[in-house]
Nanobody, 116 residues
Framework: QVQLEESGGGLVQAGGSLRLSCAASGNMFSIYDVLWYRQAPGKQREWVATITSGGSTNYADSVKGRFTISRDNAKKTGYLQMNSLKAEDTAVYYC??????????WGQGTQVTVSS
């Protein structure tokens, strides 16, 4: 089973960019879909983007055109490139592996704060 650890969060001004990373421990990273979620203060966790094991991508409407999800199986790492950041993107971001619809363990997340 694979576990993922997020990194790359920080404080950025509105309109700026950040790239989050999601490093896997364990084997078989390539067979897992990778999903990014986020949770803002006082709100429920919401889905952001998915990249399948085959490389297909899907995005929430709120981030479409601004965020790009990708993966490097050789490095066992997933990425979330976030551009044109807005204050409403402020949240803790999580990545989670999924195999045939079954989620793996959630990590600690990485904080993204966008100042307006």
């Amino acid at each position: 089973q694979v576990q993922l650890e997020e990194s790359g969060g920080g404080l950025v001004q509105a309109g700026g960019s950040l790239r989050l990373s999601c490093a896997a421990s364990g084997n078989m990273f390539s067979i897992y879909d990778v999903l990014w979620y986020r949770q803002a203060p006082g709100k429920q966790r919401e889905w952001v983007a998915t990249i399948t094991s085959g490389g297909s991508t899907n995005y929430a409407d709120s981030v479409k055109g601004r965020f790009t999800i990708s993966r490097d199986n050789a490095k066992k790492t997933g990425y979330l490139q976030m551009n044109s950041l807005k204050a409403e993107d402020t949240a803790v971001y999580y990545c989670v592996p999924s195999n045939r619809g079954r989620f793996g363990s959630w990590g600690q997340g990485t904080q993204v704060t966008v100042s307006s």
